[in-house]
């Protein structure tokens, strides 16, 4: 048996892990009614930890019958259990992305794609090869593109403002996330002037709904509980009402993305797998991430009060100046702007859920006590609990957009999870932390920057959106005075 990497080095008493998995059957739909419906997904996990006194605890995770096989979890609460997901001796990462099911491969052209590969996998090692290649020799394109198209998005804001008195921001960022990408993979290819039109971004909507519909509620009133429990959660839903419209964004970028498609070849990966896992990783992982992600990060922002944006804006427009233009050497000087962004991560890191199986018997720590988890088992960590352990950050459930800056600020990076690994760590092939961890960090500043200098200070309304994120509209937007 081994100890997890996540462990202090004094020795904690050992623990059973506390929780019940309740009745087969009845339990996990017990477990899955008062995650959706009768609790709601941060109280289910918090009367959980003060009934067991633990941050370790057992649980069934939705969706339980008929979709998945095993729903029973051991969930990870805390931020010094949590890392143990990322210790790839200690868990296995096949087919878990979407946690205790895995969806239908006629999703992804009946390939398994790079997501649900264990890095033991060889294909694993040759997809995310191509990826991070892929992405190293974009790098001089991420700035001058994502600008680009963040001025596209915020002059159609700023029309709906002056007909409106408030404007949208959601309806325009999912065009200007897929747009981004679909031009770093298809040469600048605008998707507009493609046969796809303007409808990538609804495609993947519909693509995306029907795979993760038995992870989603639509926050329907209580009276419909059971029926939309039993429409989502029950089976799965069929491929083949999105299958036309998939087909053709796969063939947007077969068509648009040849030299792309070449060099995955040069890695050993067959034309048609490569493309599929493009789509996937252009349509879940990238647009999936950023369109939950930017409108989250506006909305802390906004709530952060003209004081914040006053502080942005001058930090902003001075190192801009000085440096003659937004450059990845500007950005790095932006320490509010770097800090403001790690704590919107921190604060709602937009993909909330991690799985691995144990490999092997193993030991986890939490802050106050070591619990036995057993080869096979399915581990789970709800990340929102883990990046607001109050025992590491100081009035976690506050915005404090300074909370990274200096020294000590810094020092707490290592807690940030979002990217399926450590701020302070790096995406490699032997792990699963998301290959695109430094471009989305990047494009988070890029949009403050653009955002700031653009407006001086603005107000927001905003509210959930069903399954993941957060709409939100701008009640106001003052223009620049200076630059
Ligand atoms: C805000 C945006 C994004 C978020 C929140 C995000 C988050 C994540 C997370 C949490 C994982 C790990 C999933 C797991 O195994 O549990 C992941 C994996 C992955 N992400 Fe991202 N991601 C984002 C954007 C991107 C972008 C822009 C790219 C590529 C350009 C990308 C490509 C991938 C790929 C290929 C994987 C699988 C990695 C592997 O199998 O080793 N993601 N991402």
Redesign the pocket.
């Known amino acids: 048996m081994s100890s997890s990497s996540s462990s202090s080095d004094h020795q904690l008493p050992k623990r059973p892990i506390p929780g019940n998995y309740g009745l087969p059957f009845f339990g996990p739909i017990k477990d899955r009614l008062d995650y959706f419906y009768n609790q709601g997904q941060a109280k289910f996990f918090s009367t959980r930890i003060q009934e067991y006194n633990s941050t370790v605890i057992r649980t069934n995770m939705p969706p339980g019958p008929f979709i998945s096989d095993n729903p029973k979890v051991v969930a990870l609460l805390d931020a010094v259990s949590f890392p143990v997901l990322f210790d790839m001796s200690k868990v296995e ?1 096949r087919n878990v ?1 979407d946690g205790t099911f895995m969806p239908s491969l006629s999703f992804f052209g009946g390939y398994r794609m ?2 649900f ?1 264990d ?1 033991s996998e060889k294909k ?1 090692t040759s997809l ?1 090869s191509f ?1 991070l290649s892929f ?1 190293a020799s974009k790098h001089s394109e991420f700035i001058p593109l994502f600008r680009s198209c963040l001025q596209d998005m915020f002059i159609k804001v700023d029309d709906e403002m002056s007909s409106h008195k408030k404007a949208h921001l959601n309806p325009y960022c999912d065009p200007l996330c897929f747009n981004f990408m679909f031009r770093l993979f298809c040469n600048n290819k605008d998707p507009s002037d493609t046969k796809l039109g303007s409808k990538g971004p609804g495609t993947i909507d519909a693509w995306l709904a029907l795979q993760l519909a038995p992870l989603a509620s639509l926050g329907l009133p209580k009276f419909f509980k059971h029926i939309e429990d039993f429409l989502l959660h029950t089976f799965r839903l069929p491929s083949f009402l999105v299958k036309p419209s998939y087909n053709k964004l796969y063939d947007a970028f077969y068509d648009h993305a040849g030299p792309v498609l070449d060099k995955a070849e040069s890695f050993g990966i067959k034309r048609d797998e490569a493309c599929h896992n493009i789509v996937f ?1 252009v349509g879940f ?2 647009y999936g ?2 369109k ?2 930017f409108p989250t990060l506006i909305e802390w922002v906004a709530l952060g009060g003209e004081k914040l944006h006053r502080q942005l804006a001058d930090e902003i427009r001075a190192v801009v100046k000085e440096s003659g233009g937004v450059t990845f050497q500007a950005l790095e000087k932006m320490a509010l702007t770097k800090s403001v962004v790690y704590e919107s991560l921190r604060m709602e890191p ?2 909330p859920y ?2 691995g199986k144990a490999k092997e018997d193993l030991v986890v720590q939490s802050h106050d006590a070591a619990y036995e988890i057993k080869k096979g088992e399915m581990i789970f960590g709800y990340q929102p609990f883990a990046t607001n352990d109050p025992k590491v950050f100081d009035d976690p459930e506050k915005f404090r957009g300074n909370r990274f800056v200096g020294e000590e600020g810094e020092k707490l990076l290592k807690y940030v999870y ?3 690994g450590l701020e302070t760590e790096d ?1 490699t092939v032997e ?6 961890k430094n ?2 960090v990047l494009l988070g500043r890029v949009l403050l920057v653009e955002f700031f200098l653009r407006y001086d200070t603005f107000t927001a309304e905003s509210k959930p959106l069903p399954g993941l994120g957060t709409s939100v509209t701008f009640t106001s937007l003052t223009k620049a005075t200076t630059t």
């Open positions: 990462k992305l790079c997501a590969l890095p694993h995310k990826f992405l990783l992982n990238a991430g950023m939950a992600w937009p993909v991690q799985y979002w990217s399926n995406p792990n699963k932390q998301c290959p695109g471009l989305v």
